[in-house]
């Protein structure tokens, strides 16, 4: 057991994904977690006083949680795609860099898309009827987490068809 360990973690590039892969959920989903956060404080304090908008506010509060997903999704593919024990170290060592800049990028825009639903949040509190329009302010934000996710599953796939394999 402890010799499978130490040739997928020392003597291959897999353990450098893994590494990665870690870091890409870590940064996501604590970034998510700030996100909902910040929205989540002040829709409690518009549904303090009108708890007939908590249907129109769960969705500006759930859309900071995307991020996590999105930095799963790339953690998943990381270590689907990259070969196992084959993996060589300078592919490992790539993987390991587009995740943890994808890591960034999902952990920053769901801190931004939260305090952008907060203020989407305070729109809907003073004209409910703008609750359409509201969740196209953090949506916009949303548009470079998805960028990032699909920039991390192009460079991977692009990683591990051109090093070949150990």
């Not at 939260?114 to 703008?130: C, F, L």
Request: proline share 4%; aromatic share 8%; hydrophobic share 55%.
């Amino acid at each position: 057991m402890a010799d499978v360990l130490v040739k997928t973690f020392l003597e291959s590039g897999y353990g450098l994904v893994m590494i990665g892969a870690a870091a890409v959920v870590s940064l996501g989903c604590i970034g998510s977690a700030r996100g909902i956060r910040i929205a989540a404080a002040q829709a409690g304090g518009v549904m303090s006083e009108k708890p007939e908008l908590f249907g129109k506010l769960l969705v500006l509060i759930a859309l900071p949680g995307t991020q996590g997903f999105y930095s799963f999704i790339c953690a998943f593919l990381s270590m689907m795609w990259a070969g196992g024990t084959r993996t060589p170290v300078i592919t490992g060592m790539a993987i390991m860099a587009v995740a943890i800049g994808t890591g960034f990028a999902e952990w920053r825009s769901a801190i931004y898309q939260g305090e952008t639903s907060a203020a989407a949040i305070n729109m809907v509190a003073r004209q409910p009827d703008s609750a359409g329009r509201a969740i196209l302010l953090p949506a916009l934000v949303e548009t470079y987490a998805l960028l990032s996710l699909l920039a991390a599953i192009v460079l991977i796939q692009f990683l591990v068809k051109t090093i070949p394999a150990a």
